[in-house]
């Protein structure tokens, strides 16, 4: 029941004092006594999906401001109640007018651990980054966009690990679809097309020096050479078939050329990918995932 003697108003014009400051009741740091369940360490407590405007730098040495979605996190060790959240945001606020990359990210993780009193610290940036793609034939050019992060991890024993992640879209044609439709119209002259679909290959590398993400994209052309297109007249769509015709691939062979792409790269000390081919033939997709191999790496 409501108590009589409280007031149902707000003043514009309170002020808060120092004394009233330090009146105020402070849980998160209260004794261990207060806390709930097993008095246990916590990997990662913190904040999701707080977003900014943040520049990125471009091969060209121009800059770039995407709307980008944060996530920091730092360790909380047993014995403590929780963090002060607010810093999360507060400290990353403090370099929002910085040129974000991955190596960049670790001034952040060293300035969570020494304001949140913690040993180990975690942050991914999530953008969508644009890049014109020419069309196949016809001189028109588009946006194409990715589906991008970046994200750094400064570990209890001090080390700092940067990783990049990406989508990237691509047409897969079957190759055991096109020679059945080849052998339908051979043997019986029947018209037939095999099937491809829209394809998506999701990359997690680590990184030795950092990349632009424009690398990474490069990488995805060069193993799988059918990615999606934005301009297309009928030139460019023939253009289009006849690339799925010469570049058939099952969803282990993408996973595959993505692999053999990646690993000549020494900028980039491990990676993980995963390949998923969305079947218009099946109600399923086709899925295969393989990672370098580095011994306790990524997995």
Same mark, same amino acid.
């Given at each position: ?13 309170? !002020?808060?004092? /120092?004394? #009233? ?11 261990? +006594?207060? *806390? ?31 709307? !980008?979605?944060? /996530?920091? #996190? ?11 959240? +607010?810093? *999360? ?17 670790r001034d952040i993780l060293e300035t969570y651990i020494e304001q949140l009193d913690s040993n180990a610290a975690y942050l991914k940036l999530s953008f969508n980054y644009p890049i014109l793609q020419e069309s196949l034939r016809s001189d028109l050019e588009g946006y194409q966009y990715y589906e991008t992060a970046i994200e750094g991890v400064l570990s209890a024993d001090g080390e700092f690990h940067k990783f990049m992640h990406l989508d990237f879209e691509y047409s897969s044609a ?126």
């Open positions: 029941m409501i108590s009589t003697t409280l007031k149902r108003y707000y003043d514009p014009t309170f !002020t808060v004092s /120092e004394d #009233y400051k330090d009146s105020l009741p402070d849980l998160q740091n209260g004794p261990a +006594s207060l *806390i709930e369940g097993a008095n246990v360490p916590i990997q990662q407590v913190g904040i999701s999906d707080f977003k900014l405007p943040l520049k990125y730098p471009r091969p060209d040495g121009e800059l770039i401001t995407l709307e !980008t979605s944060v /996530e920091g #996190y730092v360790g909380l060790e047993a014995g403590k109640k929780g963090i002060n959240m +607010s810093r *999360i945001i507060r400290r990353f606020y403090d370099f929002r007018d910085e040129v974000f990359h991955p190596d960049m990210l079957c190759p055991c679809s096109y020679e059945l439709s080849e052998h339908a119209r051979d043997k019986r002259g029947v018209a037939s097309i095999p099937h491809s679909q829209r394809s998506v290959a999701s990359l997690t590398v680590e990184l030795d020096e950092s990349i632009f993400v424009e690398d990474l994209v490069d990488h995805c052309r060069q193993a799988l050479m059918t990615e999606t297109q934005v301009m297309v007249k009928r030139e460019d769509e023939q253009a289009f078939a006849e690339m799925n015709g010469a570049f058939q691939k099952f969803v282990e062979d993408a996973a595959r050329l993505l692999y053999e792409e990646l690993n000549r790269d020494k900028n980039i000390l491990d990676f993980v990918i995963r390949c998923a081919h969305m079947e218009s033939l099946h109600s399923h997709d086709a899925v295969s995932r393989i990672c370098k191999g580095v011994p306790n790496g990524l997995r």
